[in-house]
C-alpha cells in the first residue's frame, strides 16, 4: 500500500529526472515490483489465520506461495493511481518483477560467480532471529527505521557462588561473584564469566539485602559505588540488622583480572549439564566497567561476543539434544525453553535435572511470544529472579530501561541465536568500497562520511540466508555430508543437472522437459512454464561428481539481495541485454534517492543503496578490470539522501508505521 512517504521520495526524483530530461538527456524511467520476503508472507499468514509453524500441515507450501504470488500485486491499482495523480513519470507498462523466473535466475548468477571465487560459505554463528516471523535477520533487517526502541524489563545482579576461594574470600559470610544481565532468562544457559585483563576488581564484605546473609563479593574497582552506597563505607559489619537502610560494607582485597582467570563457580541454575569445562572465569577485551559490575555473564548460545570468548577458552555452550538427535539451544525457536517431550529421552536421563527444570520447561522467554499472554502478565524474568532472590543469589533487581531490537515488520523482540546460515564475505571487499566511497557525491556530505562511512568501516559478513517459503530460493545444492556441492547459476545449468540426475536413477524425469521449457529461449513464454520457487526446486535431486545425491539447501536468500541486484537483474543480465550494462548505458547509475533509512550509521545497518554498491564491488573482485567500478572511479555519481516524515508523535512515517493514501 503506498504511503506518505513514497509520495515525497517520488516527487523529490522525479523533480532531478524531469529536469535532466528537459535538458535534453535520455533518463530511463522503469518501474519495479519487490514482491518477495517477509511482509508479504505474514499478510498472507493473517489473512490466512496460520502460523509459519502451519504451512506444511494445515497448508502446502505450494498452496501458501501461490497465496503470496496473489496477494503480492494486490495494491497493482492503487499505485498505478498514485502515479497518475501525482503526474509521476514512470513506465508501469513494462515493470521488472522479483519473483519473475528471469529475474530470479540473474540473481542465481550473481551467486554463482561469488561462490567460485569463495564468496559464498556457511557459517554457524549467533544472529537476530525473530521468533514471531519464524526466521534470522540480517543486521539491515535488523536497524529498519524504530526497530530499535526503549524498553523497561527486569534485570538482575546475580551472585554466582565462587568454588575454591582465595583466602582473604572466605572470612566473611558466603564467596560469589557478581555479574549483571539485562536478560535473567539467558542465567539457565551461563556457562562461564568473563573478566577484563587490565581492570582492576575488588573483594568487598557485606550482606544480602534480601535475604540478610553474610557475603564477600568480587566485582570492578569502577563499579563500588554502583551497588554499595559510600555513606555506608564507616559502619560496622556486626552492627547491622535486616532491613536498616544503609548496609555497611568493606573492602578487603585488590585484583587485576588476570589474577582471577581459571576460578571456578557453582552452576547458578543447575537444570542441565553442559559437561566438562564450564563455569569459570575466562578472560576478555570487550568488557568494560560502564555499567554492571565488570564481569559479564556468558551464554554460548545466545550472544555473539558469548560465544567467540568462551570458544576460544574452550568453554563449552549449554545444549539440549532433542528428539531428532540435534544440538540445540534450551530456547527454541518459537522463543520458549523446550519442553521435557521435545527432548532425547537418554539425555533427559543423564544431563537434565527435571525436577528443577519441569517447573519452567515450555515457558516463553519473552511474553510477546505467548498470545495467551499480555505486559500485565509476570515475564520469566521476574519468575527466575524471584527464584534467585529466594536462593539468595540475586544481589539486586531493579526495573531498567534499556535500547533493545525488535523484528521490523512482526513488531516483537528478537533474540540472538545460534543459526546455520550462508554468508557473503562482503568484507573481502571492504578497502575498495571505503575507497570508491570517496569518490561519490554525498548530499548531505555528512552521510557519505558519516552514517555510510562508518558502516563500511564496521563491515561484516552479511548473512544471506532466510528460513522462510516466499523467496528466491538458494541455489545450493549438497550430498548429506556435505562433501559435495553445487552453486546453479541459470536454468540452462539446472536443466542438464536434472539430466545427469535422471541418467542416475535420481529423478524419474526431468520437469522442465516434461513442461516443454527450451534452454536458452529467453522469452516470457518460455520462462512461464516452469516455477523456480519453493516447493518445485526442493524436489529436485541433483547427482554429485561421485554419485551421491544432493539436496538443495533449504533457505531463501535475503530479500534485500533481491532489491541490491536491481541493476542487474531487471534487464536479466547477463542471459539478455549484457551490451546494454557492459556499455554502461544501464548502470551505474547517475542519480540516487533514497531515504536516510536506506544509508547506514554505526550500527552496521544496510539497505538496497549500499547493496547495489557492495554487489558491484563483490563483483569487482571476480573481474579484475570490471565495467562498472571503472565507470564508477571515471564518472562522478550523486547520492540525494531524504530525511524521514514523522508524524506529531514523532514516529516515523514509514514502513509498519506508514500511511495509507
Same mark, same amino acid.
Request: glycine share 6%; charged share 25%; with cysteine.
Given at each position: 500500500?503506498?504511503?506518505?512517504?513514497?509520495?515525497?521520495?517520488?516527487?523529490?526524483?522525479?523533480?532531478?529526472?524531469?529536469?535532466?530530461?528537459?535538458?535534453?538527456?535520455?533518463?530511463?524511467?522503469?518501474?519495479?515490483?519487490?514482491?518477495?520476503?517477509?511482509?508479504?508472507?505474514?499478510?498472507?499468514?493473517?489473512?490466512?489465520?496460520?502460523?509459519?509453524?502451519?504451512?506444511?500441515?494445515?497448508?502446502?507450501?505450494?498452496?501458501?506461495?501461490?497465496?503470496?504470488?496473489?496477494?503480492?500485486?494486490?495494491?497493482?491499482?492503487?499505485?498505478?493511481?498514485?502515479?497518475?495523480?501525482?503526474?509521476?513519470?514512470?513506465?508501469?507498462?513494462?515493470?521488472?518483477?522479483?519473483?519473475?523466473?528471469?529475474?530470479?535466475?540473474?540473481?542465481?548468477?550473481?551467486?554463482?560467480?561469488?561462490?567460485?571465487?569463495?564468496?559464498?560459505?556457511?557459517?554457524?554463528?549467533?544472529?537476530?532471529?525473530?521468533?514471531?516471523?519464524?526466521?534470522?535477520?540480517?543486521?539491515?533487517?535488523?536497524?529498519?527505521?524504530?526497530?530499535?526502541?526503549?524498553?523497561?524489563?527486569?534485570?538482575?545482579?546475580?551472585?554466582?557462588?565462587?568454588?575454591?576461594?582465595?583466602?582473604?574470600?572466605?572470612?566473611?559470610?558466603?564467596?560469589?561473584?557478581?555479574?549483571?544481565?539485562?536478560?535473567?532468562?539467558?542465567?539457565?544457559?551461563?556457562?562461564?564469566?568473563?573478566?577484563?585483563?587490565?581492570?582492576?576488581?575488588?573483594?568487598?564484605?557485606?550482606?544480602?539485602?534480601?535475604?540478610?546473609?553474610?557475603?564477600?563479593?568480587?566485582?570492578?574497582?569502577?563499579?563500588?559505588?554502583?551497588?554499595?552506597?559510600?555513606?555506608?563505607?564507616?559502619?560496622?559489619?556486626?552492627?547491622?540488622?535486616?532491613?536498616?537502610?544503609?548496609?555497611?560494607?568493606?573492602?578487603?582485597?585488590?585484583?587485576?583480572?588476570?589474577?582471577?582467570?581459571?576460578?571456578?563457580?557453582?552452576?547458578?541454575?543447575?537444570?542441565?549439564?553442559?559437561?566438562?569445562?564450564?563455569?569459570?572465569?575466562?578472560?576478555?577485551?570487550?568488557?568494560?566497567?560502564?555499567?554492571?559490575?565488570?564481569?559479564?555473564?556468558?551464554?554460548?548460545?545466545?550472544?555473539?561476543?558469548?560465544?567467540?570468548?568462551?570458544?576460544?577458552?574452550?568453554?563449552?555452550?549449554?545444549?539440549?539434544?532433542?528428539?531428532?538427535?540435534?544440538?540445540?539451544?534450551?530456547?527454541?525457536?518459537?522463543?520458549?525453553?523446550?519442553?521435557?517431550?521435545?527432548?532425547?529421552?537418554?539425555? +533427559?536421563? !543423564?544431563?537434565? /535435572?527435571?525436577?528443577?527444570?519441569?517447573?519452567? %520447561? #515450555?515457558?516463553?522467554?519473552? =511474553?510477546? $511470544?505467548?498470545?495467551?499472554?499480555?505486559?500485565?502478565?509476570?515475564?520469566?524474568?521476574?519468575?527466575?529472579?524471584?527464584?534467585?532472590?529466594?536462593?539468595?543469589?540475586?544481589?539486586?533487581?531493579?526495573?531498567?530501561?534499556?535500547?533493545?531490537?525488535?523484528?521490523?515488520?512482526?513488531?516483537?523482540?528478537?533474540?540472538?541465536?545460534?543459526?546455520?546460515?550462508?554468508?557473503?564475505?562482503?568484507?573481502?571487499?571492504?578497502?575498495?568500497?571505503?575507497?570508491?566511497?570517496?569518490?561519490?557525491?554525498?548530499?548531505?556530505?555528512?552521510?557519505?562520511?558519516?552514517?555510510?562511512?562508518?558502516?563500511?568501516?564496521?563491515?561484516?559478513?552479511?548473512?544471506?540466508?532466510?528460513?522462510?517459503?516466499?523467496?528466491?530460493?538458494?541455489?545450493?545444492?549438497?550430498?548429506?555430508?556435505?562433501?559435495?556441492?553445487?552453486?546453479?547459476?541459470? +536454468?540452462? !545449468?539446472?536443466? /542438464?543437472?536434472?539430466?545427469?540426475?535422471?541418467? %542416475? #536413477?535420481?529423478?524419474?524425469? =526431468?520437469? $522442465?522437459?516434461?513442461?516443454?521449457?527450451?534452454?536458452?529461449?529467453?522469452?516470457?513464454?518460455?520462462?512461464?512454464?516452469?516455477?523456480?520457487?519453493?516447493?518445485?526446486?526442493?524436489?529436485?535431486?541433483?547427482?554429485?561428481?561421485?554419485?551421491?545425491?544432493?539436496?538443495?539447501?533449504?533457505?531463501?536468500?535475503?530479500?534485500?539481495?533481491?532489491?541490491?541486484?536491481?541493476?542487474?537483474?531487471?534487464?536479466?543480465?547477463?542471459?539478455?541485454?549484457?551490451?546494454?550494462?557492459?556499455?554502461?548505458?544501464?548502470?551505474?547509475?547517475?542519480?540516487?534517492?533514497?531515504?536516510?533509512?536506506?544509508?547506514?550509521?554505526?550500527?552496521?545497518?544496510?539497505?538496497?543503496?549500499?547493496?547495489?554498491?557492495?554487489?558491484?564491488?563483490?563483483?569487482?573482485?571476480?573481474?579484475?578490470?570490471?565495467?562498472?567500478?571503472?565507470?564508477?572511479?571515471?564518472?562522478?555519481?550523486?547520492?540525494?539522501?531524504?530525511?524521514?516524515?514523522?508524524?506529531?508523535?514523532?514516529?516515523?512515517?514509514?514502513?509498519?508505521?506508514?500511511?495509507?493514501?
Amino acid at each position: 500500500m503506498p504511503g506518505i512517504h513514497h509520495v515525497m521520495a517520488r516527487s523529490i526524483k522525479d523533480i532531478f529526472c524531469r529536469y535532466k530530461t528537459m535538458k535534453g538527456f535520455q533518463v530511463k524511467r522503469k518501474a519495479g515490483w519487490d514482491t518477495h520476503g517477509l511482509p508479504v508472507e505474514l499478510g498472507v499468514e493473517k489473512t490466512l489465520g496460520i502460523t509459519k509453524e502451519d504451512i506444511g500441515k494445515k497448508i502446502s507450501v505450494a498452496e501458501y506461495n501461490a497465496a503470496c504470488r496473489k496477494d503480492v500485486m494486490k495494491f497493482t491499482k492503487e499505485w498505478e493511481d498514485l502515479t497518475h495523480k501525482m503526474g509521476y513519470w514512470v513506465d508501469m507498462t513494462d515493470p521488472y518483477i522479483t519473483y519473475d523466473n528471469r529475474y530470479i535466475e540473474t540473481l542465481w548468477w550473481l551467486l554463482k560467480q561469488m561462490h567460485q571465487k569463495d564468496l559464498l560459505y556457511k557459517g554457524y554463528t549467533i544472529q537476530p532471529y525473530s521468533p514471531a516471523a519464524g526466521t534470522g535477520l540480517s543486521s539491515h533487517e535488523l536497524n529498519q527505521p524504530g526497530c530499535y526502541r526503549d524498553v523497561k524489563d527486569t534485570t538482575v545482579v546475580a551472585q554466582f557462588k565462587i568454588k575454591d576461594p582465595k583466602p582473604e574470600l572466605t572470612a566473611w559470610g558466603t564467596p560469589y561473584f557478581m555479574a549483571w544481565t539485562t536478560t535473567p532468562w539467558t542465567l539457565p544457559s551461563n556457562t562461564a564469566l568473563c573478566v577484563g585483563p587490565k581492570i582492576d576488581y575488588i573483594a568487598v564484605q557485606s550482606y544480602n539485602a534480601y535475604t540478610g546473609a553474610p557475603i564477600t563479593v568480587v566485582l570492578a574497582k569502577a563499579l563500588l559505588h554502583a551497588h554499595f552506597n559510600p555513606k555506608a563505607a564507616e559502619l560496622n559489619l556486626e552492627d547491622y540488622k535486616q532491613g536498616d537502610k544503609l548496609i555497611p560494607y568493606k573492602v578487603i582485597a585488590e585484583y587485576k583480572g588476570a589474577d582471577l582467570v581459571g576460578l571456578g563457580y557453582e552452576q547458578l541454575i543447575p537444570w542441565v549439564n553442559p559437561g566438562e569445562g564450564a563455569f569459570r572465569v575466562i578472560s576478555g577485551d570487550f568488557v568494560t566497567t560502564e555499567d554492571g559490575t565488570g564481569i559479564v555473564h556468558i551464554a554460548p548460545t545466545f550472544g555473539a561476543d558469548d560465544a567467540q570468548v568462551a570458544k576460544a577458552a574452550g568453554v563449552p555452550p549449554l545444549q539440549l539434544i532433542n528428539k531428532k538427535g540435534e544440538l540445540r539451544p534450551m530456547v527454541d525457536l518459537t522463543g520458549k525453553f523446550y519442553t521435557l517431550d521435545e527432548l532425547d529421552e537418554t539425555f +533427559v536421563k !543423564e544431563r537434565v /535435572n527435571v525436577e528443577f527444570y519441569r517447573e519452567y %520447561a #515450555g515457558r516463553f522467554v519473552k =511474553n510477546d $511470544y505467548d498470545p495467551t499472554l499480555t505486559d500485565k502478565d509476570e515475564t520469566l524474568d521476574v519468575s527466575l529472579c524471584m527464584m534467585m532472590k529466594a536462593n539468595n543469589q540475586a544481589f539486586k533487581i531493579e526495573k531498567h530501561v534499556h535500547n533493545y531490537p525488535h523484528c521490523w515488520r512482526t513488531d516483537k523482540p528478537v533474540l540472538y541465536y545460534p543459526l546455520d546460515s550462508w554468508f557473503i564475505r562482503s568484507t573481502a571487499c571492504k578497502e575498495r568500497m571505503i575507497e570508491l566511497n570517496k569518490t561519490i557525491n554525498w548530499k548531505p556530505e555528512s552521510t557519505g562520511t558519516g552514517r555510510f562511512g562508518k558502516w563500511l568501516e564496521n563491515l561484516n559478513d552479511w548473512n544471506l540466508s532466510r528460513s522462510r517459503y516466499w523467496g528466491t530460493p538458494l541455489p545450493i545444492w549438497r550430498t548429506e555430508d556435505n562433501s559435495e556441492e553445487i552453486c546453479i547459476e541459470s +536454468v540452462e !545449468e539446472l536443466y /542438464n543437472e536434472i539430466e545427469k540426475s535422471v541418467a %542416475a #536413477g535420481l529423478m524419474e524425469s =526431468n520437469p $522442465y522437459k516434461k513442461n516443454g521449457f527450451k534452454p536458452g529461449v529467453y522469452s516470457p513464454e518460455n520462462y512461464d512454464k516452469i516455477d523456480l520457487h519453493r516447493p518445485y526446486v526442493d524436489d529436485i535431486i541433483l547427482v554429485s561428481k561421485e554419485g551421491q545425491p544432493m539436496k538443495r539447501e533449504a533457505d531463501l536468500i535475503d530479500v534485500w539481495f533481491d532489491s541490491g541486484a536491481m541493476p542487474y537483474a531487471q534487464i536479466h543480465y547477463p542471459f539478455e541485454n549484457k551490451e546494454l550494462l557492459d556499455s554502461g548505458e544501464v548502470y551505474p547509475a547517475d542519480f540516487i534517492a533514497e531515504g536516510v533509512d536506506q544509508t547506514r550509521d554505526g550500527s552496521l545497518r544496510c539497505t538496497p543503496l549500499p547493496l547495489w554498491y557492495s554487489i558491484a564491488c563483490l563483483i569487482k573482485q571476480l573481474y579484475p578490470m570490471d565495467w562498472c567500478l571503472i565507470r564508477m572511479e571515471i564518472k562522478c555519481r550523486n547520492v540525494w539522501v531524504m530525511e524521514w516524515i514523522r508524524s506529531k508523535q514523532s514516529r516515523n512515517m514509514v514502513r509498519t508505521h506508514c500511511v495509507g493514501i
